[in-house]
Structures are given as structure tokens and as C-alpha cells.
């Protein structure tokens, strides 16, 4: 076992989210609306060793599974995280989370003339067109967004 | 059946150069056609403008061109007598007029406007200049001109002189344009440069430079585009007063430019053009503003008709 799992408990039910870009933890933890409200155990650690010069955060939230939208956000904000299932102390499911051809609602787009963000009855589309450089494009303004810098809805 | 049938024009970027030729040649067709038979192209067809921002040259060539195909229009040009004053959304007017009409025309200031309601219109709706960076229909004027009064548009060197931040016509034109094997030169007041955030589609598929300088450039021009240079967009009148010199097209200019060089311009103008070129050979944008009304017209007749005409 790894050092860096030693350091926080193990989950019964839940979601592990690993490699989080180190000091994104929180930022995540917003993405995701986790905030521990409802009752469940939550465990975070920031800053965790990772290879020789970086650093990572780990996230382990019980009885909570990801869903698209949250997977998106994670790809957006951690891309090199990695989402691991855990089913009665065992890892049932691992997967990398990578960018969708288009997020929808999610994020605001950071135009503020643009309609998506006006008091119309609309949806914010943001088109993928670039994934390794993470660049998306408002479907509506065709505005590029700097994936740093999106709020969310 | 032609590919425009009901189909929403909403950015130029949906236009790829087979598309563009397919509407250049529909225009020549109108320009050439008789007009009894013109008058039939759009018969019994209303157009629907709703302008939430007022542009009288826009709206007049889409009323212009409605009229040349034999179809009337109807609309509303001015917000403050609507009820969109009254607080109707946007989604509604829109269904409405498409419920009147049977091809929309939108102008509006949000980005994205026209996206939008065409996906809540029930009929074909045009961009007709819609937030800071869509105006396709200009651009399709735009480069209708240029291939009539060249007879090409590849291999010219065109420079684009002015308001190149905020005019949304150049964005649209650039995209247009990089359909095409041009050299493109853009020349503008340093504070009104173009948005480099704005240009990363265009620089894939158009090389153009950029600089401060008219005089650099004028003598090697096949095409000169000339925008409005408003006093609003300068932090201060002195700033205005320092540059607005410099890209004024007078008859000094056009004696250094090529024989066969063309002037055009957007309109409306202000004093960026000394009425004293309107007469010289180089000067295009009337007929710019004639051809207007002639590619809004091909444009619309592709809309309506579902085998063209
Ligand atoms: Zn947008």
C-alpha cells in the first residue's frame, strides 16, 4: 500500500477521486457541492507527495457517486484526476475522467453580453474543440473560455 | 432541393466557400433576371424583423430586397414601442413573429442572440448583426462585392482599415474571407487593433498582419475596406483628435493607390471618406450597398424556396 493512502481512512461506500492537480482539492470539492451537510465522511488531503516533484490532492466522500456532470467538471478543473468506485471497502470500478464533446448547463459562460446569460429561459453549450488544451467555446457567443477562470451555475 | 431551404443563417462561419459561391451565383441570377419573374420568387411571403437595436441601412436592405422578390415585410425596428419594453422575453417575441412571418430577421446586442432564437423560431431566422462579432449577411455583401468588382476574390491583397475592435462587420468579413487565398492587412489605431482572443479560428485559416501605418500598405492594396472610427472608443477626445487623421481616405490617398484598386466601406460613414472620392473610379461602396439588397434577396429566395428559383 502507498504512503499516501495510509493517510486518510478507508471508505466503506463512495467515491475516491485521486490525482487531483495539486491545490485543486477545494476547488473541487465546490465543483461537486461537497460539503458535508449531509452527514457522510468526508476526507481530504491536500498537498500529498506525488512522484518526485509534485504534489497531489486526494478527495474520499462516502455514499456519493459521480455523475456526467460531475465527471465533466472534474475534467475541467482536474484533469488528471482519477474517480475510483469503492463497494464494501472494495475498488469495483476505476476510471480516468477525460472531456466530453460538449458540456451543457454546468458552467456560465464568461461573456456577461452574452444570452446564456441574459434572462432568457436558456442553457449554457460549451463546444470542446480543443482537449488536450482544455479549450472550449460558448455554442452561443463563440467565445473561448479559459477553463481557470469558469464559474459554474 | 437546395441547401438553404429553411435553413437559419446565423453566423459565417456556417458558410464555407461552396456555400458562398452557391449564393453569389443565385445573386447574379436575381441581378440578371426579369422582374416580373423576380416579383415571384417570394410571392405572399412576409419577412419578420424584430431590431432591438436600431440599424435603418440593415433593415431597409432586407425591406429592399423583400420587395424585389415580391414578398412585403413587417416587423418591429424599434424597441421602446414594443412589448418587449414591457418585459416580454425575447423567446417570446420571437414566436410570435415566426407564427406572422415566414423567414425572421434579428438584430440584437447579446452575443449569441440569433443562436438562440432560431432554436425557439419555428421559422428560418437571419442574423441581422447580432452581439460585437456577427453580422453575416454584410460579410456575404461584402465578398459578393469584392468577386464582382475584381472578378476574383483569390490572390487580392485587402486591407482592412479603422475600428477593427469594435466593428462587428470585420470579424465577420475575416471569416469570410478565410475561405479564400488572400493576403490580408489590418490597419487601425493601436487602441482599436483586433481582439486577439477573437481571432484563433481566423488565424488557422487566414495569414494577415497587422500595423499602424495606412501609408505602409496603400500603394500595394487591391482592395481598401474602410470602417467607422468613433470618437466614443478613445479614452480621450486628444487620443481621437491625434489618430483620426491618419486613416482618412481622400483624394491625396488615392493617388497613391493602384489604378484598379477598390474602396468600400460598410456605411453609414462619417468623415473617414472625403465625399470628394465618391467620384473617383476607385470608390465602390454605393455599389457595395446596391449589391446588398441584391445578395439579401438570392438569400432569401434559398430560404423560401425549396427548389430554388
Ligand atoms: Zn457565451
Known sequence: MQESELIVRRIKEGTVIDHVDGGKGLKVLDALGIDGKDGSLITIALNVPSGKY?????????????????????????PSATVNIIKDYKLVEKRRVSLPNEIERIFRCSNPDCVTNSSEHIES???????????????????LLDVNQLKYR | ???????????????????????????????????????????????????YESSTRTRLSFEAAMALIGGT????????????????????????????????????????????????????????????????????????????????IDGLKIGIV????YGRTVYSLLHALGNYD??????????????????????????????????????????????????????????????????????????????????LHPLPRLDEISVEVDKTKQARYFKQAEYGKYTRAALLGLLLNENGF
Not at chain 2, 479603422?162 to 475592435?165: A, F, S, T, V, W
Open chain 1, 54 to 78: 509534485k504534489k497531489k490532492d486526494i478527495i474520499k466522500v462516502e455514499n456519493r457517486f459521480l455523475k456526467d456532470d460531475d465527471t465533466n467538471k472534474l475534467a475541467v478543473i482536474a
Open chain 1, 125 to 143: 453549450v460549451m463546444d470542446v474543440i480543443d482537449k488536450d488544451g482544455r479549450v472550449l467555446r460558448c455554442r452561443y457567443c463563440n467565445r
Open chain 2, 1 to 51: 432541393m437546395n441547401e438553404f431551404f429553411q435553413k437559419d443563417i446565423i453566423s459565417v462561419r456556417d458558410l464555407n466557400k461552396q456555400k458562398l459561391e452557391v449564393i453569389f451565383e443565385a445573386t447574379n441570377k436575381i441581378i440578371n433576371m426579369d422582374p416580373n419573374k423576380r416579383r415571384e420568387i417570394a410571392r405572399g411571403k412576409a419577412l419578420g424583423y424584430l431590431f
Open chain 2, 73 to 152: 415585410s413587417l416587423g418591429i425596428s424599434d424597441v421602446s414601442s414594443s412589448s418587449t419594453q414591457k418585459g416580454e422575453s425575447l423567446a417570446d417575441t420571437v414566436k410570435i413573429m415566426s407564427i406572422y412571418s415566414d423567414v425572421l430577421v434579428l438584430r440584437h446586442s447579446l452575443d449569441g442572440s440569433s443562436r438562440f432564437a432560431a432554436e425557439v423560431s419555428s421559422k428560418p431566422v437571419i442574423n441581422g448583426g447580432s452581439g460585437t462579432e456577427e453580422h453575416p449577411t454584410q460579410a456575404i455583401q461584402d465578398l459578393f462585392t469584392i468577386k464582382k468588382e475584381k472578378n476574383k
Open chain 2, 162 to 165: 479603422g475600428d477593427l475592435k
Open chain 2, 182 to 263: 488572400v493576403e490580408v492587412h489590418l490597419i487601425s489605431p493601436q487602441v482599436l487593433k483586433i481582439r486577439p482572443d477573437s481571432t484563433y479560428d481566423i488565424k488557422k485559416r487566414l495569414s494577415f498582419t497587422e500595423s499602424t501605418s495606412l501609408e505602409e500598405y496603400i500603394d500595394d492594396l487591391d482592395v481598401v475596406y474602410v470602417t467607422r472610427i468613433q470618437k466614443e472608443r478613445f479614452p480621450d477626445e486628444e487620443e481621437y483628435l491625434k489618430v483620426k487623421g491618419s486613416y482618412v481616405i481622400g483624394l491625396d490617398v488615392i493617388k497613391k493607390m493602384k489604378e484598379d484598386a477598390i474602396i
